[in-house]
Nanobody, 125 residues
Framework: QVQLVESGGGSVQAGGSLRLSCVASGYTNSRGFMAWFRQAPGKEREGVAAFRTFGGSSYYADSVEGRFTISQDNAKNTLYLEMNSLKPEDTGMYYC??????????????????WGQGTQVTVSS
């Protein structure tokens, strides 16, 4: 049974930083992507960043490019999201996703089978 457990969320002021972690159990990411998504109240879930283990390529949403960094520690089966220069518009529930579907955009919500429960990030101005 695949389990994704996120942690690291919290409340910070604008300009601050947070590091999110996602520990995957029952799942080994060999060639596909793992990703971070977020959802603000009243808005659709949006892809933030995706990382491909095979080759190490990554994708970022335009809104976080240059501020967020996605990485993976295969030995710990953990996905990270380093978030710097946080803005109030970064507020939302952040979800880890795995089990990507070949041929679909890695930042698309329909590209993943498995989802974590989420960790809340709140950025105040």
């Amino acid at each position: 049974q695949v389990q994704l457990v996120e942690s690291g969320g919290g409340s910070v002021q604008a300009g601050g930083s947070l590091r999110l972690s996602c520990v995957a159990s029952g799942y080994t990411n060999s060639r596909g992507f793992m990703a971070w998504f977020r959802q603000a109240p009243g808005k659709e879930r949006e892809g933030v960043a995706a990382f491909r283990t095979f080759g190490g390529s990554s994708y970022y949403a335009d809104s976080v490019e240059g501020r967020f960094t996605i990485s993976q520690d295969n030995a710990k089966n953990t996905l990270y999201l380093e978030m710097n220069s946080l803005k109030p518009e970064d507020t939302g529930m952040y979800y880890c996703a795995a089990g990507s579907v070949a041929g679909r955009h890695p930042l698309g919500a329909n590209a993943y089978f498995y989802w974590g429960q989420g960790t809340q990030v709140t950025v105040s101005s």
